[in-house]
């Protein structure tokens, strides 16, 4: 049974995709003693076909590929991380699976969830400026109606 | 019928260093890079990626770069690349609902809940040429509103759906877990056959070129075709992108995009099973390309005129003349296909009319002169 619940980890996991690559190497660098570990699987790029839905609401179809980089790690001690991340970086997707595989070592995972919970944080700041830019061009249309005074 | 050729080994190497020569241009002129390309060319980029059909900013960029700006060049050189690298699966469908708007609006609804956010528009501006962007310079920061769009902002279908007014797309109103179904077609697997499922027809038209698509739509505008269409909603923004390795059993996040989509909504009068309602045409691209997205969602409505009991005589509604000529990729070979030697092929023409005109009696031949 592991130590923390799949939804933890979906929400960890996504986090470290969508970080900026300078992001994840910043707390690369502050990893305190440099983790050991090895490649299960070596940093590989290649596609995931995009789904849409017909209508938005309907049956899924294809809209297109998009670049992705897995890679799957083993710690010293046996835990294993994976990542998928959209783009080419390979060092982007080997480090956020190291990170993946710390979050499940207790001992690790304190330090490893407050850098996670950095990234979130810019990701949402992001976010929100990008949400208060567009809301700046909300409009209101007035219908004309002639004859009117 | 092309015949091979040998030789010219040379001459070709050497108009290649001139095309690389020329793409480079007044070496004092400083040279671009991929991340001004991505960045100040965005929209060009989007439409390299959209009809590439590859969503990676970075190469659709160096596409650009190396093709010098010609943009069909670019989606074959994308096209090509993608060729190279293994398929790893299909996303979970992406959920536009849940989309980070950065532009939604509506010509058919005034008061759409969550309201109209023109976002970053080339709309309402005067089309007059800005010398401004002729001198390097910084630009006025975009305006900060206190508070963000919603988090979730109805889809149009969503608004007027309720009432019957509007068609349902079917499983909208069943579950919608249609991954655990079959997956949907896939063009680059299969050759697209004839009638084409909605989904091949959507992803056809999701790669096709724009330029194409939306001289279709315009002819469905004016007269050849039968669309009386409103833009019930545009939308773009960033989705997330959702896939399940398979090493994990559950779907992760592995990204965010940006995307268009377009809600044509058109007038449909019923038929014997169906009561009179608005129908709806699909327009999904990356990136900002409105429109690719509006051409996108006028012709898939009016490929559906067999489905809709409508007659089909127009170009527009004729779904192999549409998509079996869509793709820039394919059209540009065969066309361009024509410049290499067709020496023998010609040869023999020749011969064929020497013939006939010997064939022919003289006098003829100079009453028709």
């Given at each position: 049974m592991p130590a923390f619940a799949t939804e933890d980890r979906r929400r960890w996991m996504g986090v470290l995709a969508k970080a900026a690559p300078d992001e994840i190497a910043t707390v690369w660098s502050s990893l305190a003693p440099t983790p050991d570990y090895a490649l299960l699987r070596r940093p590989e790029t290649g596609l995931v076909m995009v789904r849409g839905r017909i209508g938005g609401d309907g049956a899924p179809f294809n809209l297109g590929e998009m670049t992705v980089t897995r890679c799957s790690v083993r710690l010293a001690g046996g835990l294993v991380g994976h990542a998928w991340v959209a783009g080419r970086r390979t060092d982007h997707a080997e480090r956020a699976a190291v990170l993946d595989a710390l979050m499940q070592a207790p001992a690790r995972r304190p330090a490893v969830e407050a850098a996670i919970a950095h990234l979130d944080s810019l990701q949402a700041a992001r976010s929100d400026r990008a949400a208060r830019e567009a809301a700046a061009t909300r409009v209101d249309f007035f219908t004309m109606v002639r004859g009117e005074n | 019928m092309y015949v091979a050729v040998k030789g010219g080994e040379k001459a070709i190497d050497n108009a290649h260093r001139l095309m690389a020569e020329e793409r480079r241009g007044d070496p004092a002129v400083p040279e671009l890079g991929l991340d001004q390309i991505a960045e100040q060319l965005g929209l060009a980029v989007d439409r390299v990626m959209t009809e590439g059909s590859v969503h990676d900013r970075e190469l659709a960029a160096l596409a650009v770069k190396q093709a010098q700006g010609d943009l069909v060049e670019a989606v074959f050189l994308l096209r090509a690349y993608r060729t190279t690298l293994p398929r790893f699966g299909g996303s979970e469908p992406i959920d536009t609902a849940a989309m980070a708007i950065r532009r939604r609006i509506s010509s058919a609804f005034?008061?759409?809940?969550?309201g109209q956010v023109l976002g970053?528009?080339?709309?309402?501006?005067?089309?007059?040429?800005?010398?401004?962007?002729?001198a390097e310079g910084t630009p006025e920061p975009a305006a900060l509103a206190e508070q963000p769009v919603e988090a979730q902002m109805p889809r149009v279908a969503d608004v007027l759906g309720h009432e019957g007014l509007i068609e349902r797309s079917v499983e909208a109103d069943g579950p919608?877990?249609?991954?655990?179904e079959e997956p949907p077609g896939d063009l680059t697997r299969q050759p697209l056959s004839f009638p084409a499922g909605r989904d091949l027809r959507l992803q056809n038209l999701a790669r096709g070129d724009e330029g194409f698509l939306l001289a279709l739509a315009y002819s469905s505008q004016r007269g050849y075709g039968n669309t009386h269409p409103f833009a019930g909603e545009i939308r773009m923004g960033d989705v997330t992108v959702e896939f399940a390795p398979e090493e994990l059993g559950f779907a992760v996040e592995i990204g965010t995009i940006t995307v268009t989509e377009c809600q044509m909504i058109n007038q449909f009068k019923g038929s014997k099973d169906v009561p009179p309602q608005f129908t709806r045409g699909y327009g999904l691209t990356f990136g900002q390309s409105e429109r690719k997205a509006m051409a996108m969602a006028l012709v898939d409505r009016s490929l559906r005129a067999g489905e809709l009991g409508e007659?089909?005589?127009?170009p527009v509604q004729d779904e192999e003349f549409v998509l079996a000529h869509s793709d820039n990729v394919e059209a540009s070979g065969f066309v361009q296909?024509?410049?290499?030697?067709?020496y023998v092929d010609f040869q023999s023409e020749l011969e064929l009319i020497r013939r006939l005109r010997a064939a022919t009696p003289t006098a003829d031949r100079e009453t028709a002169e």
């Open positions: - | 005034k008061d759409l809940p969550g970053p528009t080339y709309d309402y501006t005067h089309r007059l040429l800005d010398f401004t962007l002729a919608a877990n249609a991954t655990a007659d089909a005589v127009n296909h024509l410049k290499l030697p067709h």
